[in-house]
């Protein structure tokens, strides 16, 4: 995330009072705006309240052509220089993109750590090593377009390559760039989808399946997958949480692999040790992104906080209960199509705090315990 390029996330819903059934509600979209489809993006949430338990309504692979692309090709030069959800939340904008020109050729600026997922969109010919809003190494792209944030740095760097044309949003600093305001309390998949559409290019946010990886994950399927860390403390629920609800879930019969990073290894290992589980069932550190997605896709269900894991689960429609914390899942939850279950406190506050927020700290170990049975008992369709 670049924190100077993207504003506050931060929404509170509408109280829904108590004994609301606990199901996966219609969407009512907003009323229609001009030049925009409504944003209708409504997470399955349950808020969670100390003492009123309420539920509420609420392609090819890196630098490589994808075959008939002619190699001088006009370049379509896309910039999302972030992280793992912030390329899943981008994917349909990616596709519309690919859809609205097909005759030229698709560089998409990202980390290179997420080579192994682009290749999976279907919609990348080539991809370009850039973390951060740039620099970005290209000249005179013919179209050039801003998925990385509302500006200015993102804006500058893409200037700079001295584009056709530059899709982007509107920014005071720009005065003579045209695109649409930026709006604080919209989804990110939305978001990106509203910014190509203000432009004449159809985009539909609900188009976030990822093409299936291969292999399958390891062994028989029926594996539950716990993913305990998070990109910042925020966001991070406390490890013996995890742990009790690893720990009932294997009591249960269910096979619970913990993933992480490298860097999560130890708190991966912790959570296992506290649970109980077999030390090979702790996978932290001995996997990579497109291990990961693997392991995601053949799970019968995903236990995490607010980060990009929760958006393989949504990539590859694994049943999934993800906890909320700073962030409302209005801007960065998970799909309304009834595999998953978005717990939240109600209330919002700083992500890049250094210590747990304290409404991710108001969520019990009993209220995900039994979102996750609930799912893993509906055996909800994939």
Request: net charge positive; proline share 13%; with cysteine.
């Amino acid at each position: 995330m670049a924190v100077n390029e993207r504003p506050p996330r931060a929404r509170t819903p509408r109280r829904i009072p108590a004994r609301v059934p606990q199901t996966v509600p219609q969407t009512v979209p907003h009323a229609p705006q001009t030049d925009r489809r409504p944003y209708t993006w409504r997470p399955a949430t349950r808020r969670i309240n100390p003492g009123e338990p309420t539920a509420i309504v609420r392609s090819a692979p890196s630098g490589r052509r994808v075959p008939g692309r002619r190699p001088d090709a006009p370049v379509l030069l896309v910039l999302r220089g972030l992280g793992l959800g912030d390329l899943l939340t981008a994917v349909p904008a990616l596709r519309a993109l690919r859809r609205a020109h097909p005759g030229h050729r698709l560089v998409l600026a990202a980390p290179a750590s997420l080579s192994g997922l682009v290749s999976l969109i279907s919609a990348v010919d080539a991809q370009l090593d850039v973390s951060g809003p740039g620099p970005v190494p290209v000249e005179r792209p013919d179209i050039a377009v801003n998925l990385h944030g509302r500006g200015p740095e993102s804006i500058v760097a893409l200037s700079r390559t001295r584009p056709g044309r530059l899709l982007t949003h509107a920014h005071p600093e720009f005065p003579g760039l045209d695109g649409p305001p930026w709006s604080r309390k919209t989804h990110e998949v939305r978001r990106w989808c509203d910014l190509l559409e203000w432009y004449g290019i159809a985009a539909d946010p609900s188009d976030l399946l990822l093409d299936p990886p291969e292999p399958p994950g390891p062994g028989a399927p029926g594996y539950v997958v716990v993913h305990p860390g998070a990109a910042s403390r925020a966001r991070c629920w406390p490890v013996e949480r995890f742990a009790e609800v690893a720990a009932a879930l294997a009591a249960q019969g269910h096979r619970v692999l913990v993933t992480g990073d490298a860097s999560e290894r130890s708190l991966a290992f912790r959570v296992g040790t506290l649970a109980g589980l077999p030390v090979e069932w702790v996978l932290a550190g001995r996997t990579g992104l497109r291990d990961l997605a693997h392991l995601v896709a053949g799970a019968r269900l995903l236990v995490c906080g607010d980060t990009g894991v929760a958006h393989l689960a949504t990539a590859y429609a694994t049943p999934s209960v993800v906890l909320f914390g700073p962030v409302s899942p209005d801007q960065w939850g998970p799909p309304p199509d009834g595999r998953h279950i978005a717990l939240w406190a109600g209330r919002s506050g700083d992500p890049h705090d250094n210590r747990p927020d304290p409404g991710l700290l108001e969520i019990g170990t009993e209220t995900v315990l039994d979102a996750a049975l609930g799912l893993l008992e509906a055996g909800v369709a994939r």
